[in-house]
């Protein structure tokens, strides 16, 4: 059974900065998915950004050019550095990964989500 441990939430000031670190157990990392999402109280569960295996990645819009993402196979992490943070950037963070099939299905491990709070 695969593994994620999340660190670095944390309460931070508007306009303030914090990193989000992903460490990976018993999952295939150099050939999984790996991403981060977030769920604000009463809300559904959205991506926030993600990387493929060779370091591609997707930014949701409403962190584009705040959140960068970032991997590193040899240690088997995925980080998460956010800029510019807004109190709606509120939520916890759970990092996730998928490893893909030929036939299109994926097995999925997600971590137990770390909380972030902007608030002055």
């Known amino acids: 059974q695969g593994e994620l441990v999340e660190s670095g939430g944390g309460l931070v000031q508007p306009g303030g900065s914090l990193g989000l670190s992903c460490a990976a157990a018993?999952?295939?990392?150099?050939?999984?998915?790996m991403g981060w999402y977030r769920q604000a109280p009463g809300k559904e569960r959205d991506l926030v950004a993600a990387?493929?295996?060779?370091?591609?990645?997707n930014l949701a819009d409403r962190v584009k050019g705040r959140f960068t993402i970032s991997r590193d196979n040899a240690l088997n992490t995925v980080n998460l550095h956010m800029n510019s943070l807004k109190p709606e950037d509120t939520a916890v963070y759970y990092c996730?990964?998928?490893?893909?099939?030929?036939?299109?299905?994926?097995?999925?491990?997600w971590g137990q989500g770390t909380q972030v709070i902007v608030s002055s």
């Open positions: 996730n990964s998928r490893v893909y099939y030929s036939d299109g299905t994926y097995t999925e491990v």
């Open positions: 018993r999952i295939a990392f150099g050939i999984a998915t």
């Open positions: 990387i493929s295996p060779d370091g591609r990645t």
